[in-house]
């Protein structure tokens, strides 16, 4: 079992940053990717972005890339998504979730592949 809690949103200007943050209560943490997803009103969830095990390998939705940073950090338990250049569009409530095994990034972009979410944390992006 995964809990994961986020935290970090909040209400922003366009073109503001937010840094989001994904902590875990598993001892296995370090064995599990960790995705980001959005889900904006009457709109389905989507992928934002995935670091695998290690940090070391990540994947970016087109949408957010070049804007947002995926950090990770085992030892604290702890993943992070750095949103810079933030747009309206950005709006969503955010929610971080944990896949059971290992995979590669790039092919793990759909809920369905994640067996543990968090409460979600909502992301407001206005003038």
């Known amino acids: 079992q995964v809990q994961l809690v986020e935290s970090g949103g909040g209400l922003v200007q366009p073109g503001g940053s937010l840094r989001l943050s994904c902590v875990a209560s598993s001892s296995t943490f370090s064995r599990h990717p960790i995705g980001w997803f959005r889900q904006a009103p009457g709109k389905e969830r989507e992928f934002v972005a995935v670091?695998?095990?290690?940090?070391?390998?990540?994947y970016y939705a087109s949408s957010v890339e070049g804007r947002f940073t995926l950090s990770r950090d085992n030892a604290k338990k702890t993943v992070w998504l750095q949103m810079n250049n933030l747009r309206p569009d950005d709006t969503a409530i955010y929610y971080c979730?944990?896949?059971?095994?290992?995979?590669?990034?790039?092919?793990?972009?759909?809920?369905?592949?994640?067996?543990?979410w968090g409460q979600g944390t909502q992301v407001t992006v206005s003038s």
């Open positions: 670091s695998d095990w290690s940090g070391g390998g990540k």
């Open positions: 979730a944990a896949r059971l095994n290992r995979g590669i990034p790039a092919i793990l972009r759909t809920a369905s592949q994640y067996s543990f």
